[in-house]
């Protein structure tokens, strides 16, 4: 028979888990919002980037520019991995890091090398597990990220793609969908596609007549640079927010899941009480009948 | 002067300032630009340096300290998409003169070194820039 004492003390424990759980669902609620609010905010900027792109790109015909060119072969290819720093969010770094582990053996499987720019301290803790290097190691960022961790990041692959020693760049990130919903995927960086630069001259009709200082290159020169830091910013905010929302949705389940189990321990408290007492009244009839016998 | 300009100053983070003014004059890698209202459509690239917008007859001025980026020019909206800018108002001058002299200690360290350090270099001399720039408009609230 279950000890009453073990129960009671299984039943306040679980209470205290439930009242930890219930707290995160809440903060991380709140912190969604703000997340929500930095997406929101950062979304004038890279609509005003797009439309300056895209203008420049119809002035400069054919553009050429080191981040626009494919390399022939893919030796190396970096891949931006955005994990969390803390845990307890589900599968939020999990899908991340597998993800991650099939774009590596994608690599490998084509004979290119892959190296890893691990964001988060759960990526740093994975691959290490792994035994993998990573080539650079950002950490309590997840959080709130700024442009400036973004460009820091985003000037890694850039000079590296420029230079030639990588021939591709992705960003693995989960993309937030809504509260309740994120979805990890895969971003190419580098090479920038083409799409972005080739616009389609027709259906604007007459276009105004733009001027560029000093010149349109020198005007897309700094804006491809510009467009691969917003997107990596993007994608930092994207996952701040999932983050938020991954967790609430794990500490919701936690706490639902703390209420059952206190429901179950609470019912077999009392059966074992009830037994007690039962077993205690049998005795003592037990004991008054002898009593009376003799 | 009836005729205004919708000027905006958008950096990566948030949108800093939206208004109606008279005029914009941006720090171009060439010089300052001036915009008026009906400027041809333009976009050019931004230096370092103090932005400022005028309005209400040119009695009201504000500065800005920008540490680059681009302006689009199109049909009376001047889009300014900076790096990062700051209002002389919010800018917090005994901040950019620690990280100032920060920076200044790093880049010394920086040199002594023999090693290929180019690149830290450069971006030294960016944030150095940067930390200037805001000093500069923050003495112009004065």
Redesign the interface.
């Known amino acids: 028979m279950p000890n009453l004492r073990d129960i009671k003390r299984r039943i306040s424990s679980v209470q205290s888990t439930r009242q930890i759980t219930r707290t995160m669902e809440m903060v991380a609620t709140a912190k969604i919002k703000k997340a929500q609010e930095?997406i929101e905010?950062?979304r004038?900027?890279?609509l005003?980037?797009m439309?300056?792109l895209g203008?420049?790109a119809r002035y400069v015909q054919g553009a050429t520019h080191p981040l626009l060119e494919e390399h022939p072969e893919r030796k190396r290819v970096a891949i931006i991995a955005l994990t969390s720093d803390r845990g307890l969010c589900g599968a939020f770094n999990a899908n991340i890091l597998r993800l991650t582990e099939g774009l590596i053996r994608d690599a490998e499987a084509e004979g290119a090398e892959a190296e890893i720019i691990a964001v988060g301290k759960k990526a740093l803790s994975y691959l290490k597990y792994r035994g993998v290097e990573p080539v650079a190691e950002y950490r309590d960022i997840s959080d709130k990220p700024?442009?400036a961790h973004?460009?820091s990041i985003a000037a890694q692959v850039i000079?590296a793609y420029s230079e030639g020693r990588i021939d591709a760049a992705y960003v693995v990130f989960n993309r937030f969908k809504n509260v309740a919903e994120q979805k990890a995927e895969v971003h190419q960086l580098l090479p920038i596609e083409r799409t972005v630069v080739d616009v389609d001259e027709e259906p604007l009709g007459p276009r105004?007549?733009?001027?560029?200082?000093?010149s349109p290159a020198?005007?897309l020169e700094?804006?491809l640079p510009?467009y691969v830091?917003?997107l990596v910013?993007r994608a930092l905010l994207e996952s701040a927010a999932s983050e938020q929302g991954a967790r609430r949705v794990a500490m919701k389940s936690a706490t639902d899941n703390a209420g059952e189990i206190i429901t179950t321990l609470t019912r077999s408290y009392n059966r074992a009480r009830q037994a007690s007492i039962t077993n205690e009244i049998a005795e003592i009839v037990g004991g008054a009948a002898a009593l009376e016998e003799s | 002067m009836a005729k205004t300009l919708l000027c905006?100053i958008?950096?990566?983070?948030?949108?800093l300032y939206t208004n109606e003014v008279e005029m914009v004059i941006a720090p171009?890698?060439?010089g300052e630009?001036g915009i008026l209202p009906l400027h041809?459509?333009?976009?050019?690239?931004l230096a370092p340096g103090e932005l400022r917008v005028r309005y209400n007859d040119g009695k009201d001025v504000e500065w800005f300290a920008v540490s680059g980026?681009?302006l689009?020019v199109?049909?009376d909206k001047v889009?300014v998409?900076a790096?990062?800018a700051a209002a002389s108002s919010q800018i917090d001058v005994e901040r950019a003169r620690r990280a100032k002299a920060l920076i200044e200690e790093r880049m010394k360290e920086l040199k002594e070194r023999p090693a290929d350090v180019a690149?830290e270099i450069a971006s030294c001399v960016a944030d150095l820039k940067w930390c200037e720039v805001q000093i500069k408009v923050a003495e112009r609230r004065a």
């Open positions: 930095r905010s950062a004038p900027y890279a005003s980037m439309e300056v203008n420049v700024t442009f973004a460009r000079s105004p007549e733009y001027l560029f200082e000093p020198a005007v700094k804006l510009m830091e917003t910013y | 905006e958008v950096t990566p983070e948030r949108i171009t890698p060439d630009s041809a459509p333009l976009v050019t690239l980026g681009y689009q199109h049909e889009i998409l790096d990062a690149e």
